[in-house]
């Protein structure tokens, strides 16, 4: 049986042109410098990216924990939401790593209101207070929500008002370029780093990256060391990130097509919501309005050959990704009527 794995864009495989990328890889030592292949990566991520240069990591929340360890002295503060990702998926390594606390601000979908942002920051230096060292952003939302440019552009001008750096979590920002049909420069440009993953949608195997001023980066690179983060023949690995920057990004469309698609065919199902306007990128969640086996469900989905997570609360997510077509769409569909409307 071919399995539809649906449980993430983390999950997919890297694609033939990746697979024959990372075979015929030039390599070298990166600790060093020397790794020809990282380099190209990481040349080519600071132009897509339109910053000054950037820097290959093992992971996304990697690159958000090093961006916010080099930005930042420890005892400062970090303005975030309060749903965003490094607060609710990263393992509270902004206390183990950066040593900083979290001022969290109630998001409305994931935009934060510059105005809440701007009456969070520490004027002053009154010795009872913490720094203000970061503001942090997300675009696209781990909720699926793309962020508007106009507030971006309003936290920016806070941002700069008060000379506070602000970090993008950027870990889907091809898929948020994608929706609002414009450069991934125009989100980027108000951020002073950014870390984005090649491997989710862009589905490569391993790896993102962080991206800042040139100075930025060489204090990231050292602080990677520091955190065991320095990789040798790596090339291996940033091969399949070239093909991810150059090729997967073109097709990103193509799934959030899917998952509008499929938000569609939710929306007539009985017992369900799902609204195909809320549908931004290649998320997609829904609610049971009706009372369900979950043991029931997921054997079902089992059964018919589809891995997914199961509801909590009542609602489901599912991601759609380039492995994931629309008869598979149609498959699940089938097995979720089923379920509803027995």
Excluded at 63 to 77: K, S, V, W, Y
Excluded at 112 to 129: K, M, P
Excluded at 137 to 165: C, D, K
Excluded at 322 to 340: F, G, S
Aim: hydrophobic share 45%; aromatic share 6%; net charge negative.
């Amino acid at each position: 049986m071919q399995w539809i794995d649906v449980r993430s864009d983390t999950v997919t495989q890297p694609t033939p042109a990746m697979r024959e990328a990372m075979f015929h890889a030039e390599l070298g030592d990166d600790v060093y410098g020397d790794d020809p292949t990282v380099l190209a990566l990481e040349r080519l991520a600071a132009q897509k990216l339109a910053k000054e240069a950037a820097l290959f990591v093992p992971s996304g929340s990697f690159g958000n924990q090093l961006a916010i360890f080099t930005h930042c002295q420890r005892g400062d503060e970090v303005i975030l939401g309060d749903d965003s990702h490094i607060v609710w998926h990263e393992a509270g390594a902004t206390a183990v790593i950066g040593g900083v606390q979290l001022r969290t601000i109630a998001s409305d979908n994931g935009t934060l209101a510059a105005s809440d942002i701007e009456q969070r920051i520490r004027v002053g230096e009154d010795i009872h207070w913490p720094r203000t060292g970061l503001i942090c952003l997300e675009n696209a939302h781990s909720n699926g929500r793309v962020i508007p440019l106009a507030a971006m552009a309003e936290t920016a001008a806070v941002a700069r008002r008060y000379q506070v750096p602000i970090h993008l979590d950027g870990a889907r920002i091809f898929n948020a370029a994608s929706y609002l049909g414009c450069d991934v420069a125009d989100i980027t440009q108000y951020a002073d780093s950014v870390m984005c993953c090649l491997s989710k949608g862009l589905a490569a195997p391993v790896g993102s990256v962080l991206a800042g001023s040139r100075e930025f980066i060489q204090a990231a690179r050292r602080h990677r060391k520091l955190l065991g983060g320095g990789m040798r023949q790596a090339g291996v690995i940033a091969a399949p990130g070239i093909v991810a920057l150059n090729e997967m990004v073109n097709r990103l469309d193509e799934d959030h097509a899917n998952a509008v698609y499929l938000a569609e065919c939710l929306s007539k199902l009985p017992n369900i919501e799902a609204d195909p306007a809320d549908v931004h990128i290649n998320m997609v969640w829904f609610r049971f309005t009706a009372e369900l086996d979950t043991t029931e469900l997921m054997a079902a989905l089992r059964q018919a050959g589809i891995k997914a997570n199961p509801p909590e609360q009542g609602l489901m997510r599912i991601v759609t990704h380039w492995q994931i077509q629309r008869t598979d769409i149609d498959r699940l569909v089938a097995v979720l009527q089923r379920i509803v409307c027995d």
